[in-house]
């Protein structure tokens, strides 16, 4: 039996956030797939609770080689590597919790074993019910599209 405050949990009603994004097939789902921009949904863990990938875009997997089904449910550590910087990743995420926005640079690693390099901006917002999530984008450092792409700071 899970608790009232158990991440998995979404607005009280026991199920999944993941299930429910799938089963609600809603906006936030069909925006991330209509993304040529890598996006990884994830869900916003409570104090001392793992965060759980809920959704990764079609673009995710191409960029990471890992399938859907791979990455759901799981944390999204399993793209991390020995390079990657885990005081730069642990700053992302308590940035997104405390102000609801978040951004570093990463090595990230491929299912191959592969690294690269992404600007990650994340942001948190609401899903189905009472759900917060947060949404991160990886922009490429090495490739040129994605570059163009980014928007401009500051």
Request: glycine share 12%; hydrophobic share 45%.
């Amino acid at each position: 039996m899970k608790s009232d405050d158990d991440p998995t949990r979404s607005d009280g009603s026991g199920a999944p956030l993941h299930a429910l994004l799938k089963a609600d097939s809603n906006a936030v789902v069909g925006f991330a797939e209509a993304l040529a921009l890598p996006m990884l949904l994830t869900q916003a863990p409570g104090p001392g609770q793992p965060s759980v990938v809920l959704h990764a875009n079609a673009a995710l997997c191409r960029l990471s080689g890992y399938e859907p089904e791979a990455l759901v449910g799981a944390s999204p550590k399993l793209l991390y590597g020995a390079e990657t910087d885990p005081v730069a990743a642990r700053g992302f995420r308590i940035d997104m919790e405390r102000s609801g926005v978040g951004f570093a640079t990463l090595i990230l690693y491929r299912r191959s074993g592969k690294p690269y390099e992404v600007f990650l901006l994340g942001g948190r917002l609401r899903g189905p019910g009472a759900a917060v999530m947060f949404a991160s984008f990886a922009y490429r450092l090495s490739d040129p599209a994605y570059i163009a792409a980014a928007p401009p700071l500051g």
